[in-house]
Every structure is written in structure tokens, then in C-alpha cells.
């Protein structure tokens, strides 16, 4: 297969086969497992969810992932000024996707401020162990010492009241280059100490998540003979498949092509890409919905991701019960997309990859700021006002001062200005701990001079 991967040829031999496969498997399993009392009476949503088979280990993956890093937070009522999850928005989002089939579910140690492994440890702990797949991560960034990087690993047991991880992923291989991944992993044992812990079976797949440039990711997917990875973790969406930025990202084509040519399962992060998607620019929006007038724009995402057969499960990270149930109504009732319906996604794309936007995904991985400034709220201010066609770009312009109340009074709304982009001083911590390799300071110092100008006028 060339490295730009030829999707109508590869999606018409393997795609249909194997989605054939995925969606008879899950009906076939369907009566075992209520009859194994693994879920509990169905309701809400009618369809079934599609099963994706893992061939190393018969693993059967709900196509619909669940990502455990963008629950809801709330005050501490012990502790003013701390935010903690909230445990039973939890477990009421866990139990209606594990009843509608939901059988994978996706955390860290650095998620929600380090307590996103403890909340689904207390959620899914509740259910049979083996009725689902618990993934984690050794989210060792910056961080080398060998005693400091086991007790993380030896800490996540705990947190997530599991004797064995269904999924161990190295955290952000990519970030730092080669020189990083040998610090976290190589030097200090740990890759070796991972191996055997395999072997024993605590860990039944390993892998990683990527991100970063072409080099680096060819150098890590050579390190397959030698670790025999059992599975990647890669950002890919419509907008990522061939408008990656390319000077820090790669596109998700040439990704999900080296991976198949390998026959590696592919599990996916950010399929909304943050969210973005499902808010696209209204010209895209508006072609989206005279298609499909009652479906959700992300469910365009999602169905994009699910046509590609090597995905074993797309990860949303869903923060409320609508947001759930959307994605529940996708999944359950599935359709692959035409060669017409993806030529029409890649025309959107090249829509959207037109908008000045910026490429933050709301990981929060930058965060704190030591100087307060809240950065993924800033951008994600910013990018619906683009996308909503909320930016004035002239005085000239007829509706120019309507534009220029709404941006700015929606701003202090959306920003405590405390924790504008305004404080930034550009000392550039955040940068090292984005994925995307934004470069954060430039970004904020130049939505910051759009302000200034819309406060003076000076547009």
C-alpha cells in the first residue's frame, strides 16, 4: 500500500468485510452476554452496538470508546477552592453507556487533575471485571526516575481497582522526540520492566499514543520487531486525515496506512478533534444538515473514523448525557460512509482547514499557568467566534459594530478576565506539555492584539 493510503480501493476489499464481520459478531454475542448478566436490561437508545475483534487477543471492543478526561468537575465542599469530580455525574454516565454496550473505557494518572483514574475505578467497579476493557497510561511526561515512574504504574492498580490493564499505553511517545522516549522508558529499565510485566500478564496489550512529526513516528513504529506493540493510539478525524498541520503533526492517513500495512489495531483519540467538529464553521454546518437533517454534525465524525476497519474503538470524551446519547444513537444504529460521503467530508475539511483557528483539542495539558491564564478557554472562545462568523475584520464593514459588541461582551462571559490571554507573558512552560505543538504564547498574544484592536476600533 503507497503511503498515501488509497481508500475507495482498501475500504471496498477489507472495509466492507470486515465492518460485515464487526456487526454480525456483536449481534451474535449479543444474547450471550445478557444471558451472562454483563449488562443490565436495555433502554433508551434501540440498535446494537458494533464489536470490533482484536486478532491478538479476541478481544471484542465496542466501536464506541468511552474517554475519561473530560468529566464534570466541582467545588470541594471539605476544601474551598478545589475542584474534584463529580463522582455521580460518573456513575450515571457509566452506567447508561455500559448498558447500551459500551465496554471500553480510556484514563490516565494526569486526567482531571490526576483523578480521572480513581472516578472510573469507583464506577466501573461496580460491573463483572471481564465484561469490560480498562485502558491506561504511563503519563511519566518529564519525568525519567525510575522509583517516580514505577509507583505511577504500581499507583494505577489502585486507582482503578484491577489486578491486570486491558490497555497500557506510553503516554505522548512523540513529545520530546527520541530523546524524551529514551529518558521515560528506555534508559531507566522501564520499557524492559513493561515487557515482563506483559509477559506476566498484568498488562494484556501494550502500546502507545503518538504525537508528534513523520520522523518520529517512523522511528517508533521500527521499534514494532523489537517491542512487538500490540496496539497505537492516534488522533484522527475528517479534518486530521489529510490537513494534519504537517510542520508538527501527521496526517492521519499516513498513520492509519503504516499501522495497517503492520496489522496493528488502532484505537482513536480526539475523532471530534476537542470538539471542533461538532461545532464546525456555519457554511459547513449548514451543507452538513441539508444532508442529514436529523443527525448530529458529529455524528459525521464519528461515522468517518468507524468506516476505517483496522479502528478497534473511537474515544469520546463525554462530559454530559446528551452528548452521550448522541453518540449512543450513531453507534448503535452504524453506517459506514460512501466513497461519496467521504469525498464530500474531505470538501468540508478543506473548508474548515481554511478558518483561522486554532488547533487546541481542550486536553488541558498545558494547564496550570503559573501566571492563571486559563489557555484551552481562551482558544475555545476564539474558535467558536470563527467558526460562528462572530469576527470583525474591518470598520467598513456594514455589521461591523454588532460584531464587535458580540466578540467582546461573549468573551468576558466566556473568560473570567483574569484568565484572558492579556497575562500571558510568554514564558512558554505550556509548550512542551502540548500534543499538538501549538506554539501557546504566539497563539494568545495574537487573539489578544485582535481584542485590543476591536476595544480601539482599529480594525
Not at 475528517?238 to 503492520?262: C, F, G, P, Q, T
Not at 481554511?354 to 494547564?367: A, E, H, K, L, W
Request: net charge negative; charged share 25%.
Amino acid at each position: 500500500m503507497d503511503k498515501e493510503i488509497n481508500r475507495r480501493e482498501f475500504l471496498k476489499k477489507a472495509g466492507a468485510g470486515a465492518l460485515a464481520i464487526s456487526l454480525a459478531g456483536c449481534a451474535a454475542t449479543g444474547k450471550k452476554k445478557e444471558e451472562e448478566g454483563l449488562h443490565s436490561e436495555m433502554a433508551g437508545i434501540e440498535g446494537q452496538m458494533p464489536l470490533r475483534d482484536n486478532p491478538k487477543t479476541g478481544d471484542k471492543v465496542s466501536l464506541l470508546g468511552y474517554g475519561c478526561m473530560r468529566w464534570k468537575m466541582k467545588d470541594d465542599p471539605e476544601n474551598p477552592g478545589r475542584q474534584i469530580v463529580d463522582q455521580d455525574n460518573v456513575n450515571e454516565l457509566v452506567d447508561y453507556a455500559y448498558k447500551h454496550g459500551v465496554n471500553y473505557y480510556d484514563t490516565s494518572p494526569a486526567y482531571l487533575q490526576g483523578q480521572s483514574e480513581k472516578a472510573a475505578g469507583i464506577a466501573l467497579s461496580r460491573y463483572p471485571r471481564k465484561s469490560l476493557y480498562i485502558a491506561t497510561k504511563l503519563s511519566n511526561f518529564m519525568i525519567s526516575d525510575r522509583e517516580a515512574t514505577l509507583k505511577m504504574y504500581h499507583d494505577s492498580f489502585d486507582q482503578l481497582q484491577t489486578d491486570y490493564f486491558d490497555y497500557y499505553l506510553l503516554h505522548g511517545i512523540g513529545m520530546g522526540g527520541w530523546e524524551a522516549f529514551q529518558a521515560r522508558y528506555v534508559d531507566n529499565g522501564i520499557m524492559d520492566f513493561l515487557l515482563k510485566e506483559r509477559e506476566a500478564g498484568r498488562i494484556r496489550n501494550l502500546g502507545f499514543s503518538f504525537h508528534g512529526n513523520q520522523e518520529s513516528f517512523d522511528k517508533f513504529l521500527a521499534l514494532h520487531d523489537q517491542y512487538h506493540w500490540d496496539f497505537v493510539q492516534i488522533e484522527m478525524n475528517y479534518m486530521d486525515w489529510k490537513h494534519a498541520d504537517n510542520r508538527r503533526n501527521v496526517n492521519a492517513d499516513y498513520l492509519y496506512a503504516e499501522l495497517d500495512k503492520r496489522e496493528i489495531p488502532i484505537t482513536v483519540m480526539e475523532p471530534l478533534l476537542g470538539g471542533r467538529l461538532a461545532n464546525p464553521p456555519e457554511s459547513v454546518a449548514n451543507q452538513m444538515k441539508e444532508r442529514e437533517p436529523d443527525k448530529s454534525l458529529a455524528s459525521w465524525a464519528f461515522r468517518f473514523v468507524g468506516t476505517h476497519p483496522r479502528v478497534l474503538t473511537a474515544l469520546s470524551g463525554m462530559t454530559n448525557m446528551d452528548d452521550l446519547k448522541d453518540n449512543l444513537d450513531t453507534f448503535l444504529n452504524f453506517k459506514p460512509l460512501t466513497d461519496e460521503e467521504l469525498d464530500f467530508l474531505e470538501s468540508m475539511a478543506t473548508i474548515i482547514a481554511s478558518f483561522p483557528t486554532v488547533n487546541c483539542t481542550g486536553c488541558r495539558y498545558c494547564m496550570p499557568c503559573p501566571y492563571g491564564v486559563d489557555i484551552p478557554a481562551n482558544f475555545a472562545h476564539y474558535n467558536s467566534m470563527v467558526n460562528g462568523g462572530v469576527i470583525a475584520r474591518s470598520k467598513e464593514q456594514e455589521d461591523f459594530n454588532k460584531l464587535r459588541r458580540k466578540y467582546l461582551i461573549s468573551y468576558d462571559k466566556a473568560v473570567d478576565p483574569l484568565r484572558q490571554g492579556s497575562h500571558c507573558i510568554g514564558c512558554g512552560q505550556c509548550m512542551p506539555h502540548c500534543p499538538q505543538s501549538i506554539p501557546i504564547p504566539r497563539e494568545l498574544h495574537r487573539i489578544e492584539a485582535y481584542v485590543e484592536k476591536l476595544k480601539r476600533r482599529s480594525l
